[in-house]
């Protein structure tokens, strides 16, 4: 009996099958594979990526997978199908998956999530996906034919302007007659694009003799002006004068002549060359243009000569307070002015620094002379000499303030130098307009002027809210109490 039950026992531990004991830890792992056969066996589907580790796996060569024979009979056979595939696929445009073979793969889920792997590397996932074959199969995008063409190939003149319109590269050496050059350029020019024409037409100007290019741009304007633009930005001098003498148009020969000047450092050269350009054919505005500015050159080297000398000198008691930062030569008229206010202000009209001579020899507008010598005497805080500047007298001999500039302007330059409040005000209260005149006393905390603005509109309202904007016991609050209390 104890046989018996001893051969049952030894029958049931050799059979294939297991019985069900608590202490198996595997059980759920074998109870897992074990589902999973089920399954694919019941859909009919061989799974080779069965991740059991202790299951020797056989490729259909009989090899073990994973063994160095077989690893360079999978990479040869792969490369080879993949090739053939793609091959196959383009050739007859079919898009089914079956066209492609499968390829064998030595990596499982379970060995990358388990971090177990055959080989000597471990890679990650994202390393595993990126080494299969599936980048072998997909296929290849083909490139336009046009991008396979030769640069230097027969483009036609709209086709060569079309590439460069869209940055491509291309040579312009092919054309080489004259009238493929000029075909290009109108090309150029119907599209509309000015970096195209600017580069056609550099070509043209290495290629062309001049008076073929000069002949041809006559009769294409829009080309024409690209190309004066170009000299012109690229200071090519010479040949720009020669494009507009031989278009004929002297006015701009004679300002790009005076353009010269720009380029002589010498004050002495540039002077004589000044005097040299009031010859050329300029109209009759810009002929006074240059008169000015040779005169104006002139007045400076005297100016500056005279006033080097009296500051190493000591001589001046206004260039020791505030010595020169910068020399005068060659600066602007409203400059050369400004200087003139500033270092010699109360010189007499006959001395060629004086501002009222300057005023009178260039014909500077009222209002420019009283901005200008306003802006540097009330930098020098000279007041009497900015209220001598607004004083005026009639026939009769009455004084009256009176500004071209409007006071509003008078009072936002004072304030920008810091002019006292008792200035401020005299020319606060000088302002027409009733509204600016309140913002400009709020603004620049005249009490004086928007209390008597206030009483003048009899606007107790405001007068008693403006009240708690002044100091308590100043007298500000004491002429608003006395205007309240005055029925």
Not at 133 to 146: D, I, T, W
Request: hydrophobic residues 35%; proline residues 3%; contains cysteine.
């Amino acid at each position: 009996m104890s046989r018996a039950r001893a051969d049952e026992e030894e029958y049931w531990h050799s059979s294939k099958f297991r019985a069900f004991t608590f202490d198996d830890e595997d059980d759920e792992l074998s109870q897992l594979k074990e589902t999973k056969r089920t399954v694919n066996s019941l859909r009919g589907i061989d799974d080779d990526d069965d991740d059991d580790d202790d299951l020797e796996r056989v490729s259909w060569s009989g090899e073990p997978v994973g063994s160095i024979s077989w690893s360079i009979k999978e990479t040869a056979s792969s490369s080879t199908s993949s090739v053939e595939g793609r091959d196959s696929s383009l050739q007859k445009g079919s898009s089914s998956y079956a066209a492609f073979p499968k390829q064998v793969s030595s990596y499982s889920l379970s060995s990358l999530f388990k971090g177990r792997n055959k080989l000597p590397s471990f890679q990650s996932l994202s390393d595993a996906l990126s080494d299969t074959g599936v980048k072998n199969y997909a296929p290849e995008l083909r490139r336009p034919k046009a991008e396979y063409k030769d640069y230097s190939s027969d483009w036609s003149p709209k086709d060569t302007v079309r590439r460069m319109q869209r940055g491509k590269v291309c040579s312009l050496e092919r054309f080489r007659s004259l009238q493929d050059k000029l075909v290009l350029l109108d090309e150029a020019v119907a599209g509309h694009d000015g970096n195209v024409i600017t580069a056609v037409l550099i070509f043209l100007k290495r290629t062309l003799r001049r008076e073929i290019l000069f002949r041809e741009l006559e009769v294409r304007q829009v080309a024409l002006c690209h190309l004066i633009h170009f000299l012109k930005e690229t200071d090519e001098q010479k040949l720009l004068l020669d494009l507009l003498r031989f278009l004929d148009r002297s006015e701009e020969v004679a300002l790009s002549q005076y353009r010269e000047h720009l380029n002589i450092q010498d004050v002495e050269k540039r002077k004589e060359f000044l005097k040299a350009c009031i010859g050329l054919p300029f109209s009759a505005e810009d002929t006074s243009h240059i008169q000015d500015h040779y005169t104006l050159l002139e007045r400076q080297i005297i100016i500056e000569a005279s006033d080097r000398h009296l500051e190493k000198a000591g001589q001046s008691e206004i260039f020791q307070r505030y010595p020169r930062k910068a020399s005068i030569l060659n600066m602007p008229l409203v400059t050369t002015l400004f200087y003139s206010c500033f270092y010699h202000y109360t010189e007499a009209e006959g001395t060629f620094s004086s501002p009222t001579n300057l005023k009178k020899t260039f014909k500077i507008p009222d209002k420019q002379y009283v901005l200008t010598a306003l802006a540097a005497r009330a930098k020098l805080r000279a007041w009497d000499d900015v209220d001598a500047l607004f004083t005026t007298k009639n026939w009769l001999g009455y004084t009256k303030k009176k500004a071209p500039i409007g006071f509003h302007r008078v009072v936002e330059i004072l304030q920008r130098n810091s002019a006292p409040v008792q200035v401020l005000q005299e020319y606060v209260r000088l302002v027409e307009d009733v509204e600016t005149r309140l913002n400009l006393a709020t603004k620049y905390k005249c009490h004086d002027v928007v209390i008597e603005t206030y009483r003048d509109l009899k606007d107790r309202i405001q007068l008693t809210a403006y009240k708690c904007k002044v100091e308590r016991g100043s007298a500000e609050e004491e002429k608003i109490n006395s205007i309240l209390n005055n029925t």
